[in-house]
């Protein structure tokens, strides 16, 4: 009798609000003013560099354990935290 492997590579999904703590807290020690982070974009509004966008982009590998392509570097998905969130769940999902 075969034994069937039950060991998954796939990650369970994540949900949202966790994603959304996450990046909040994160954010919170590398932005000045935290009321911000709902009224400007991230990026686009200043409030990160590309250095803190890099920094954001590797946490993000480190502690939802995806990897970002090249192809994902798009500043739709790391301009806003929705968008982050909306990326984020999208990668732990598929």
């Not at 009798?1 to 703590?21: C, H, W």
Request: proline share 2%; glycine share 4%.
């Amino acid at each position: 009798m075969t034994s069937a492997n039950t060991t998954s590579s796939k990650k369970p999904t994540i949900d949202s609000r966790t994603v959304e703590t996450r990046v909040r807290r994160y954010l919170a020690r590398h932005v000045d003013d935290v009321s911000l982070l709902d009224e400007w974009g991230l990026i686009t509004g200043g409030l990160l560099d590309s250095l803190a966008a890099v920094a954001l982009i590797a946490e993000l590998e480190r502690q939802f354990e995806i990897q970002i392509d090249d192809n994902d570097l798009d500043l739709e998905n790391f301009d806003s935290i929705p968008a982050i969130v909306e990326f984020v769940t999208r990668k732990c999902d598929g």
